[in-house]
């Protein structure tokens, strides 16, 4: 692999994934217990901007709804109580988006200095 910035961050992922799972076995807990998903989906969207010609706005905005869907879907530690959730799921798919955007930039780069 060339690009010297996504080979640290797949073997980064690798190393907390096996953490991860050797915590969880060592625990007794399920295996897919704690495994970074968050990480995983910045991973993959980040790649998705790398990959497509399509503008800023529109990676922002994928960003932007598949961030806010998966925090309402995993919202089982929050959980939908009124609009002040939504309003959380909003900032948080926010900061999420803003990382992935950070990433992405980061991998654009790779190699060149």
Do not use: C
């Amino acid at each position: 692999m060339k690009n010297r910035v996504i080979k640290n961050f797949v073997m980064f992922l690798f190393f907390w994934t096996i953490i991860v799972v050797g915590l969880n076995l060592l625990h007794g807990r399920s295996f897919w217990t704690n495994l970074p998903w968050e990480v995983y989906l910045i991973f993959l969207l980040s790649l998705l901007q790398l990959t497509t010609a399509l503008s800023k706005k529109v990676i922002s905005s994928i960003d932007f709804v598949i961030f806010f869907v998966y925090t309402m879907i995993n919202s089982s530690y929050f959980g939908y109580t009124n609009w002040t959730s939504l309003v959380i799921f909003a900032i948080m798919a926010l900061f999420f988006t803003a990382i992935t955007i950070f990433i992405g930039n980061q991998f654009k780069k790779g190699d060149h200095r």
